[in-house]
T-cell receptor, first 116, second 116 residues
């Protein structure tokens, strides 16, 4: 079964450094998402992406965050200047269609980001 | 804004006993409803979803859930728990047909423990 893959599985970065999290969505999917889960808390929506532009973003997704689909397969999340509170598990997801078209979101195994 | 409430952050059942994990949503229009499972160090795996039609939906691993509009609930059940069911379970909702990529709003999760 096709799956969403995320790299790396664990990223350790110094505070203030830039970090890029990478995702390869399922190949025929058109909608892409990033979520994060701070340790012990619930999964929170960050951003959704369709047709090479952001569809929706949460309050968490401020100017320090950006997303890109640099080629036909990768979908990246960049954090420009990391803060301690950015430490979390970051999940990428993709879906074939929007919610009303009955297609669920499929998640990767996540990247654990640790900011020192 | 959508919200999801999962009663009980931890539930413990004996192997072979009924599993009942509770989920209530708040929305003026019934959303799409999902249950995801997260095993240790893994991503979120879709268990089942409700979009339209029959209100009792069956998912993988013997789980099922019933949408009750009058109670704004979507509780997850399994008649007989197995040790392998020990995991964290998340209820999630998304809006219907907003015309954009529909984000998921998650509950806080319920950790299921299965004992011998």
């Amino acid at each position: 079964e096709p799956e969403v893959t995320q790299t790396p599985s664990h990223q350790v970065t110094q505070m203030g450094q830039e970090v890029i999290l990478r995702c390869v969505p399922i190949s025929n999917h058109l909608y892409f998402y990033w979520y994060r889960q701070i340790l012990g808390q619930k999964v929170e929506f960050l951003v959704s992406f369709y047709n090479n532009e952001i569809s929706e973003k949460s309050e968490i997704f401020d100017d320090q965050f950006s997303v890109e689909r640099p080629d036909g397969s990768n979908f990246t999340l960049k954090i420009r200047s990391t803060k301690l509170e950015d430490s979390a598990m970051y999940f990428c997801a993709s879906s074939e269609g929007q919610g009303y078209s009955n297609q669920p979101q499929h998640f990767g195994d996540g990247t654990r980001l640790s900011i020192l | 804004a959508q919200s999801v409430t999962q009663l009980g952050s931890h539930v413990s059942v004996s192997e072979g006993a009924l599993v009942l994990l509770r989920c209530n949503y708040s929305s003026s229009v019934p959303p799409y409803l999902f249950w995801y499972v997260q095993y240790p160090n893994q991503g979120l795996q879709l268990l089942l979803k409700y979009t339209t039609g029959a209100t009792l939906v069956k998912g993988i691993n013997g789980f099922e859930a019933e949408f009750k509009k009058s109670e704004t609930s979507f509780h997850l059940t399994k008649p007989s728990a197995h040790m392998s069911d020990a995991a964290e379970y998340f209820c999630a909702v998304s809006d219907r047909g907003t015309g954009t990529a529909s984000k998921l709003t998650f509950g806080t999760g319920t950790r299921l423990q299965v004992t011998l």
